[in-house]
């Protein structure tokens, strides 16, 4: 029943914020309005399917603190962080642009993506008309990361194995949670 009522007034706030944004700021261009049509159309799937109220815990969340100690030369923390969930085990195997098995590990938990972070990267400063016409312009602000440094990580994956290494990659990967063997694929070539 709380999920329920969760789930109505969320819709009931996502669709009153986009009728406010769209009021406010004067503007109804068909962009808007198809984003409308959407957001209406959806909120029966978000009441019927609510995103879970009852997860205690995130591995996502676990491994971004756990590699921020790690990457910042503070790895006896991250060794010691403690996780009050039991981590499942996967399997990664990590391929090269040419097909190439550039390794297999075990991986301690859970494999996370190098733009994950804790908090946003950007958040709005304000909203102002500024020509007077009636449209509303956002200031977005950039917020500096854990470590105080500005920007984005390159795309890709970092995990940490069973016996306690750390590793970053850029590149494809096959995960699964069950073991598997992947024989040495055929290298492509382009000529």
């Known amino acids: 029943m709380k999920k329920k ?3 109505v007034i969320l819709t009931l706030c996502i669709g009153l914020v986009a009728l406010f944004s769209f009021v406010a700021c004067g503007d109804v261009s068909p962009e808007r309005a198809n984003t409308q049509t959407a957001m209406e159309g959806s909120s029966h799937i978000i009441e019927n399917q609510p995103a879970p109220t009852d997860l205690d815990y995130s591995l996502e969340r676990y491994n971004v603190i756990k590699r921020a100690y790690w990457v ?3 790895r006896e923390k ?6 009050p969930v039991e981590k499942p085990l996967g399997y990664i195997v990590l391929f090269s642009a040419s097909g190439a098995v550039m390794g297999r590990f075990i991986v301690d938990g859970k494999v996370s993506s190098l733009n994950s972070y804790l908090f946003p990267a950007e958040y709005p400063q304000h909203v ?22 500005y920007g984005e990580n390159t795309s890709g994956i970092f995990f940490f194995t ?9 590149g ?8 598997f063997t992947v024989d040495d694929p055929i290298l492509k070539t382009e000529g």
């Open 5 to 7: 009522i969760f789930a």
């Open 78 to 83: 991250a060794i010691s962080l403690p996780c």
């Open 128 to 149: 102002h008309d500024e020509d007077g016409s009636g449209n509303c312009y956002y200031d977005l602000v950039e917020v500096a990361g854990i470590d105080g440094c």
């Open 162 to 170: 069973t016996d306690g290494k750390y590793i970053e990659w850029t």
């Open 72 to 74: 910042n030369g503070q």
């Open 172 to 179: 494809d990967f096959l995960y699964s949670d069950i073991p």
